[in-house]
């Protein structure tokens, strides 16, 4: 009779709430707050009955409460991100008809469409569905990989996957596996050493895969991001359990024999000879420094408005429509526009970024911290190897410039992305981590069923 008036009462109360996903939150807590104030009255000699009524009348009218608790348990709107993002895949539409001449093609404008599209509807997405089933989410994330880069043709040695007269790469399927590692991290909480060493191999497998397929440039911007966040899990000591200074040991060990293998490889020679020229491109004027040269002749004739005065590289000159369609984008709305527009897209994009940072910051569920910050920083190592590229320094090749840059699949992916992002900044301020039925503990102890069976 006890445990019935309790719920009575409780669900009274949630009957006000009118966000659903709150409830369950709500209702433990109430339950606690009641069940702890019965037990004490119980101590001090009340029949459990009375006590159960005591505590619910000390707790106040249940409709009045369930009203205040609703003005205060909403998801919360992201109008100012959503309206940035809007703003982003507009003026990107505008720039891909500048720089092509002022020709707009239905599918120019019909893709960033789909892109918003896309957005609104994963921003209603639960993201906690990531916690939930986080191996099953890497198992199919590394399956693609294989099958996109095993099956997939090859455009300049890179691995592409084609359908309905579009074709998606390596390096854009990258795109979102930093929220695929966040969902490993989550699972592996609290497992000491054994967790860290479980999140550096996730790391490792996702990072290395693509480099089978051509795609270098996205598998370290993927592997930087990825030791990022599992140095962030091991700042917070009561992540994996551990002190902080013995797990970034263990973060770096792999970091050291990754460095090492590559010097020992046939490809440092590659690597040295790109970084020298990415500093210096005279080194190679007419090789790999041919396009950061002209970039760095196109920012320094770059007026505040309008066309840049541009002088030699003709050959280059001539060939910057068919680099403008892609990784050289902004390069040609700096020799086109002018200072002036390259700095108003940067300023919308380095507004969104502070914005979304500030939102990731305040996250109190570990899930939603780890998955908003895996796209957060997708985002940011887009921008920033897009806008060095397009300067002039050509170290990394960029993806795509998110909203902005031609490239369907990256448009749509990134947009799926930011709405998953702001799918956390909404809800996830309810979200109990302890709530979830995390799939990483079964898949752990089986591990260590497994290894302790066959030592």
Not at 14 to 34: F, L, P, T, V, Y
Not at 191 to 220: D, E, H, N, Q
Not at 281 to 310: H, K, N, Q, T, W
Not at 419 to 446: I, N
């Amino acid at each position: 009779m006890s445990l019935e008036k309790i719920e009575a009462y409780i669900q009274v109360l949630c009957d006000q709430i009118r966000w659903k996903k709150a409830h369950g939150s709500i209702a433990k807590e109430m339950e606690n707050h009641i069940t702890d104030r019965r037990d004490a009255l119980m101590a001090d000699g009340m029949e459990e009955d009375v006590a159960t009524v005591q505590a619910i009348a000390e707790t106040g009218d249940a409709a009045q409460i369930g009203m205040e608790l609703d003005r205060t348990h909403r998801p919360k709107p992201q109008w100012g991100l959503l309206l940035a993002a809007t703003v982003l895949l507009a003026i990107g539409v505008a720039l891909r008809a500048a720089v092509s001449g002022g020709e707009v093609s239905v599918g120019a404008v019909a893709v960033p469409v789909v892109g918003l599209g896309v957005l609104c509807a994963v921003y209603f997405v639960d993201f906690t569905l990531i916690g939930k089933r986080p191996f099953a989410v890497y198992a199919v994330a590394v399956l693609v990989l294989c099958i996109v880069g095993g099956f997939g043709a090859r455009v300049n040695g890179v691995a592409h996957w084609g359908a309905f007269g579009y074709a998606i790469s390596v390096a854009v399927l990258m795109l979102p596996m930093p929220v695929v590692l966040a969902g490993v991290l989550f699972a592996v909480r609290g497992k000491k050493y054994v967790g860290v060493m479980i999140c550096l191999l996730a790391c490792a497998v996702l990072g290395f895969l693509p480099v089978t397929w051509r795609s270098v440039s996205a598998s370290i911007q993927f592997m930087a991001i990825g030791f990022i966040m599992i140095c962030v899990a091991i700042g917070k000591e009561e992540w994996f359990g551990i002190k902080r200074s013995r797990g970034f040991l263990l973060a770096v060990v792999p970091i050291v024999v990754i460095g090492f293998l590559l010097v020992c490889s046939d490809n440092v020679q590659y690597f040295s000879r790109r970084l020298a020229v990415a500093f210096n491109p005279v080194l190679e004027p007419f090789e790999l420094g041919y396009m950061s040269l002209f970039a760095r002749e196109v920012a320094a004739g770059a007026r505040l408005f309008g066309a840049a005065d541009i002088s030699v590289n003709t050959a280059a000159a001539s060939v910057m429509p068919h680099f403008a369609t892609g990784e050289l984008m902004l390069m040609s709305v700096l020799a086109k526009l002018g200072w002036a527009a390259f700095a108003a897209v940067l300023l919308v994009f380095l507004v969104f970024i502070v914005k979304g940072l500030l939102h990731c910051l305040r996250q109190r569920s570990a899930l939603g911290l780890m998955v908003s910050l895996g796209v957060w920083m997708s985002l940011v190592m887009q921008f920033a190897t897009y806008v060095a590229y397009n300067l002039g320094f050509q170290f990394l090749s960029p993806i795509a410039l998110p909203f902005v840059s031609f490239g369907n699949a990256a448009l749509i992916i990134n947009c799926a992305l930011v709405g998953l992002m702001l799918s956390v900044f909404r809800t996830g301020a309810l979200v109990r981590d302890s709530d979830l039925k995390r799939q990483g503990d079964t898949v752990y102890r089986r591990v260590l069923e497994y290894l302790y069976k066959n030592s």
